[in-house]
């Protein structure tokens, strides 16, 4: 009889350490690797295709069972949209990370920003897994718009779909469950039904993985430039041309005049420059052709809103998306 782990859903099995699932007694619940990310914060990296979620997705859309389509709303990138153009299914759109903006910016200037998701949105509700607000509204929309027992739970990986399903289970089932969760990318590496109650049973399933900068630095550097607080904007009113910096990872030229307010975890440290600089001059560069009133985004750091349409250069990780689009704020 196959047995799952109770974390990420993998298979488990005891006869290669090296693949995943691996558990040195098959009469426990949890993989090694989940075991150790719960217990000990020790993740170990897993490689998996993006072809290997699409064929998940394949699956979903045989059916036509409730969606449940989580977004991120600090890393709001081109891929949630390639993602929603694969789900056909009924989707309740949930947005996640609702604690990290301003409470005195309106509910409706979230939602009426993504109305225009290829996905067939039935309804939609804002959450905060860190504030424990929105799950009342979430679990009784998910209760009025079940298909059948089984809803499935979709999104980019970190979007915190594993958090929102623990959160679920703790507050609404009569059922245990503790799925494994962690910032890093693909903590769920396959599909895990997750029994909620007699006429619910969630089905968990991987994050599509994106060209975030989650997935290309360490766990240490990874809890640093990850928002914890309500997000305080920096605005710089850009005269001169100048270079702005911030904690070795991101470089932006800017050229004047202009206004930019940058959005990124409060604890990074920016430094600006108006003479022409070196730092940072080996990463990635990218030239931007930005419209008014746009955000840059570099995936999985943060954002930063352009006034005035302009030339910006940005110089980033190898490897991390970035990208424009019409300002969130």
């Known amino acids: 009889m196959i047995k799952r782990c109770t974390g990420c859903g993998a298979v488990l099995q005891q006869d290669d350490k090296e693949h995943i699932g691996y558990t040195k007694d098959l009469s426990l619940d949890q993989c090694e690797r989940c075991f150790r990310i719960a217990h000990y914060g020790d993740y ?48 309740l759109l949930v947005l996640t990370k609702r604690d990290l903006f301003a409470s005195d910016i309106h509910d409706e200037k979230f939602t009426s920003y993504l109305a225009n998701l290829p996905l067939n949105i039935i309804d939609q509700v804002l959450i905060s897994s860190k504030n424990n607000t929105g799950y009342d509204e979430l679990y009784e929309k998910i209760q009025r718009h079940q298909r059948s027992n089984h809803v499935y739970v979709v999104g980019l990986t970190n979007a915190g779909k594993s958090t929102m399903i623990n959160q679920l289970f703790h507050h609404y089932s009569k059922r245990d469950c503790e799925i ?75 050229t004047p005049v202009n206004s930019v307010t940058c959005y990124f975890a409060n604890n990074l440290p920016f430094n600006r420059y108006y003479k022409e600089i070196d730092q940072l001059s080996t990463l990635q560069k990218h030239i931007l052709e930005v419209p008014a009133n746009s955000d840059v985004l570099i995936a999985g750091l943060g954002f930063i809103k352009i006034v005035k349409a302009s030339r910006i250069v940005v110089y980033t990780l190898p490897n991390v998306e970035v990208s424009v689009r019409k300002a969130l704020i």
Not at 83 to 90: R, T, V, Y
Not at 193 to 209: N, R
């Open 180 to 254: 494994t969760t962690s910032n890093l990318p693909s903590t769920t590496i396959d599909m895990l039904p997750l029994p909620f109650s007699e006429t619910l049973t969630i089905i968990d399933t991987p994050g599509i993985l994106d060209h975030s900068i989650t997935g290309v630095i360490d766990a240490n550097l990874l809890k640093r430039i990850t928002p914890k607080k309500t997000i305080r904007p920096i605005t710089y009113q850009i005269k001169v041309k100048q270079s702005i910096i911030i904690d070795k990872l991101l470089r932006i030229d800017v």
């Open 44 to 91: 170990q990296v897993v490689t998996k295709d993006n072809a290997d979620y699409l064929n998940i997705l394949k699956t979903i859309q045989q059916t036509k069972d409730l969606v449940i389509f989580v977004v991120d709303l600090f890393n709001l990138n081109q891929e949630v949209y390639a993602l929603a153009k694969q789900i056909h299914n009924p989707c």
